[in-house]
């Protein structure tokens, strides 16, 4: 126990599942099973009327599925009632043709030779049915009733034993013996695996022979009413154990612990501790494989009801790394522990999950968008005004004069721009944010156009060394002469007047 506690930790607490614990718990009434625990089903077919005759049309599986009382029972009835017909029509033959009264008459030619009365004609067709052949007792030619007789005995024995021994073999050969070998964990548990709440419950497998293609499924049988008002007492609803990612595809050679993810497509989505209680439903847990040793088909089965489900635990590892090989102690496999489990439904977790919090209410969220927007405007500035200082150090004073007051304006639209949450960066969006700041245009904005105007087309020398400057003018010319001549005798006179 304490090497056990030093491996999951202080607050997991093992607990006994045996049924002769000490701890006496409430005494439930017992309701009645659809499925016992061993896999038998609690349903039984009453008043069918005329339909028994359908029994009959398919007697053989009627006799495979008898019990083996009744099975022997019909075995020697069948062949003793056959061998008893059999022998007495030999008897009958024997005596129409008088070879009972002439038996021991040497010139006598009988139809059966030796057979003188009943128990002689009984052996006779003994010694003919089982092949024995003692060679006393034999068909003579003189009897061609004799001959088609033994005829339709050999083809009505060929009959009887084909019928009889396959069915006896079949019954011998089932794998319902195969399946008792395929153990269930006396309960189920709900507690929590990577994170999400599970259903899990436990297979193994006694034998060392392999259940080949086994697969499992899982159905919740519980009791409903639909919305139009019918009441379906054994609704049978399908358990995802994997059908999506093939997880239901076992390989059963240790013990594995099978496991029902509780989302909002599963039934037991909003079933909670308290509400656990109160339910009544069912699990039927159906496991199929084909047998390794005879090819096949075995289903085991058992069930779970609702006080069979435990709340917050898990089950116990058996497996352990021994020399060479691994060991699994089926002596726990039954065992299951407490683990720390939210006594909270699956859909009430995910509606406090759910529940706005105060940092994402929509006004924070605008006056982040407000601040960022703020702090992105004044960063742009704070960029422009190092550039201008940058490159203002290596330009003449005529060009840094010009560029000075390209810069103020930038600013300027900028810090204006700013106010209504626009964010402008480069001198190639100035027109088009100078038209969103107001409808109707004043007359210092259309000066401050002009002058943006004609900073915008002499922008690009300017970005040139000094070095260049010459060879780059003639570029941006549209005419002969220089850009100033282009230019209306108003920006000309506003130019001189700011450069000087």
Known sequence: ?????????????????SRAASYTAPVKKKRQ?????????????????????RYLSDLFTTLVDLKWRWNLLIFILTY???????ASMWWVIAYIRGDLNRAHDSTYTPCVANVYNFPSAFLFFIETEATIGYGYRYITEKCPEGIILFLFQSLLG????????????????????????????????????DGKMCLMFRVGNLRNSHMVSAQIRCKLIKSRQTPEGEFLPLDQCELDVGFGTGADQLFLVSPLTICHEINPKSPFFDLSQRSLMNEQF??????????????????????????EVLWGHRFLPVMSLEEGFFRVDYSQ????????????????????????????????????????ERVFSVDCIDTIEERSSSSSSRL????????SGKDELQRKILRMTSHHSEKTCS???LPLKLQRISSVPSQGDVEERLQLKALKISSEPMTHSTGDLEQSVPITQVGVGRPEDNLPAKLRKMNSDRLT
């Open 333 to 372: 496999f039954h065992a299951t522990f407490e683990v720390p489990t939210p006594p909270y439904s699956v859909k009430e977790q995910e509606e406090q999950m759910a529940l706005p919090s105060p940092l994402n209410t929509p006004a924070l969220g605008e006056a982040k968008m407000a601040r960022r």
């Open 33 to 53: 099973r659809f499925v016992d625990k061993n896999g038998r089903c609690n349903v039984q077919h009453g008043n069918l009327g005329g339909e028994t005759s």
């Open 1 to 17: 126990m304490s090497a056990l506690r030093r491996k999951f930790g202080e607050d997991y607490q093992v607990v006994n599942t």
């Open 158 to 193: 060929s009959i009887v034993d084909a019928f009889l021994i396959g069915c006896m073999f079949i019954k011998m050969s089932q794998p319902k013996k195969r399946a008792e070998t395929l153990m269930f964990s006396h309960d189920a548990v709900i507690s929590q695996r």
């Open 427 to 429: 001198t190639g969006d």
């Open 282 to 307: 069912e699990i039927v847990v159906i496991l199929e494989g084909i047998v390794e040793t005879t090819g096949m088909t075995c289903q085991a089965r058992t069930s779970y009801t609702e006080d």
């Open 396 to 403: 003449p004073s005529k060009l840094q004069r010009m560029s």
């Open 80 to 86: 003793t009632i056959a061998w008893l017909v059999m």
